[in-house]
């Protein structure tokens, strides 16, 4: 059996990417991150949980390349998560070691 793990990982604190899109207000970083999977092209994404805004950010990397990245104490800087899917038939293989190595979403 695959097991579905998260969605989506916390990548900094405190941070905002530069040129972000608004995907508006969302009640929580999970909706956010359901929004951002919507769009084909959106990876990484920043959530604020005391105005609930949701922005897909236009980057490709951890450290926001190629707008950059800025210290904003209302955000957090999220990735959307393609491989969580848990299958023990990869799991099992030697040299698979976590949930990265495994599969893709479809």
């Known amino acids: 059996p695959n097991i579905t793990g998260l ?15 608004w ?16 769009h084909p ?12 805004n949701c922005y897909m950010e ?3 990397t951890d ?9 904003d104490n209302n955000y957090n800087l999220y990735k959307l998560n393609d491989a969580v899917t848990y299958n023990p038939d990869i799991e099992s293989r030697p040299g698979v070691h976590n949930i990265n190595d495994t599969i893709k979403l479809q």
Request: charged share 15%; hydrophobic share 20%; glycine share 8%.
């Open 23 to 38: 995907l508006e207000q969302q009640s929580s970083e999970d909706a956010c991150a359901h929004r951002c999977r919507e």
């Open 58 to 60: 236009n980057v490709t």
């Open 41 to 52: 092209t959106c990876q990484y994404f920043t959530y604020s949980p005391n105005y609930h």
């Open 63 to 71: 450290d926001c390349t190629p707008t950059g990245a800025y210290t």
């Open 7 to 21: 969605s989506h990982v916390l990548v900094a604190s405190n941070t905002q990417c530069g040129g972000g899109i």
